[in-house]
């Protein structure tokens, strides 16, 4: 073949790109299990972070298994419907730890599925002999979705910790939600009055004034609205659960 030929180089041209699709597709196949487990590690790791259990990726599938004892599925009436404990089986779709709760949250915001189809999940946790309630949440900031979890003492009112993450949002301001100084504001705050009554923990501009509110975030207000609607719609839906559990 003439190699100065046009038509060598369209098949030449055509066989490397081929060649190299083949390659990255077998690549991104080989690499799917690898990056379905450093998910569900990080996913164990945030779960764990809320609770005040820190450890790195590659240690949180013991911690988690340590710590994590029952894992619940609620319904929009914050009525159980499944319990689960052990090990977490992939595919298990009664199983909390499976729900893609960002993945429902959309659905029901693009109307495709009604409030009462959306699950819950509830992760009743141990710490140091304390039971801990981690709920996770998600909502939508300035620029994209933000999630996390918070977690409850035995109390199942006072806020024990948070952990918050994003993925679009501003640097310096909104983005600001997965650092310390804002999470840590939350802890031992109040989600209920002394008699009960559901009152959740308001993100609030020009400071704190009470034990129902934190500090919002200087120039990251619509991101800090974000928090504040996702923790109260979510936490509203587990009252009931709450109260007939104290």
Same mark, same amino acid.
């Given at each position: 073949m003439n190699t100065n030929s046009n038509s060598y180089t369209v098949i030449f041209s055509v066989v490397m790109v081929v060649i190299v699709a083949t390659a990255l597709a077998l690549t991104a196949e080989g690499l799917k299990p690898m990056q379905? =487990?450093?998910?569900?590690?990080?996913?164990?790791?945030?779960? !764990? @972070?809320?609770?005040?259990?820190?450890?790195?990726?590659?240690? +949180?599938?013991? !911690?988690?298994?340590?710590?994590? %004892? =029952?894992? !619940?599925?609620?319904?929009? @009436?914050?009525? =159980?419907? +499944?319990? %689960?404990?052990?090990?977490? %089986?992939?595919?298990?779709? &009664?199983? +909390?730890?499976?729900?893609?709760?960002q993945k429902e949250y959309k659905e029901w915001k693009a109307g495709s599925r009604s409030a009462n189809d959306i699950n819950y999940p509830l992760f009743i946790c141990d710490k140091?002999?304390?039971?801990?309630?981690?709920?996770? !949440?998600?909502?939508?900031?300035?620029?994209?979705?933000?999630?996390?979890?918070?977690?409850?003492? @035995?109390?199942?009112?006072?806020?024990?910790?948070?952990?918050?993450?994003?993925?679009? &949002?501003?640097?310096?301001?909104? +983005?600001?939600?997965?650092? %310390?100084?804002?999470?840590?504001?939350?802890?031992?705050?109040?989600?209920?009055?002394?008699d009960g009554t559901f009152t959740s923990v308001k993100v609030v501009k020009g400071g704190a004034t009470n034990e129902h509110e934190v500090d919002a975030i200087s120039g990251g207000t619509i991101t800090s609205d974000g928090v504040d609607e996702m923790i109260e719609r979510t936490l509203k839906v587990y009252e009931p659960y709450f109260k007939s559990n104290q």
């Amino acid at each position: 073949m003439n190699t100065n030929s046009n038509s060598y180089t369209v098949i030449f041209s055509v066989v490397m790109v081929v060649i190299v699709a083949t390659a990255l597709a077998l690549t991104a196949e080989g690499l799917k299990p690898m990056q379905k =487990e450093n998910v569900r590690r990080e996913k164990m790791q945030n779960i !764990l @972070s809320s609770m005040g259990v820190e450890t790195d990726r590659d240690g +949180a599938a013991a !911690l988690f298994d340590t710590h994590v %004892k =029952e894992r !619940l599925v609620l319904n929009a @009436s914050g009525e =159980e419907t +499944a319990r %689960k404990s052990g090990e977490v %089986k992939a595919g298990d779709t &009664e199983d +909390a730890f499976n729900i893609d709760v960002q993945k429902e949250y959309k659905e029901w915001k693009a109307g495709s599925r009604s409030a009462n189809d959306i699950n819950y999940p509830l992760f009743i946790c141990d710490k140091d002999g304390a039971t801990i309630y981690v709920v996770p !949440l998600v909502g939508t900031g300035l620029w994209g979705p933000i999630w996390g979890y918070i977690a409850l003492e @035995s109390d199942m009112r006072t806020i024990a910790g948070t952990s918050f993450d994003h993925k679009t &949002e501003t640097p310096g301001l909104g +983005a600001e939600i997965n650092e %310390k100084p804002f999470q840590a504001q939350f802890e031992g705050k109040f989600v209920s009055d002394k008699d009960g009554t559901f009152t959740s923990v308001k993100v609030v501009k020009g400071g704190a004034t009470n034990e129902h509110e934190v500090d919002a975030i200087s120039g990251g207000t619509i991101t800090s609205d974000g928090v504040d609607e996702m923790i109260e719609r979510t936490l509203k839906v587990y009252e009931p659960y709450f109260k007939s559990n104290q």
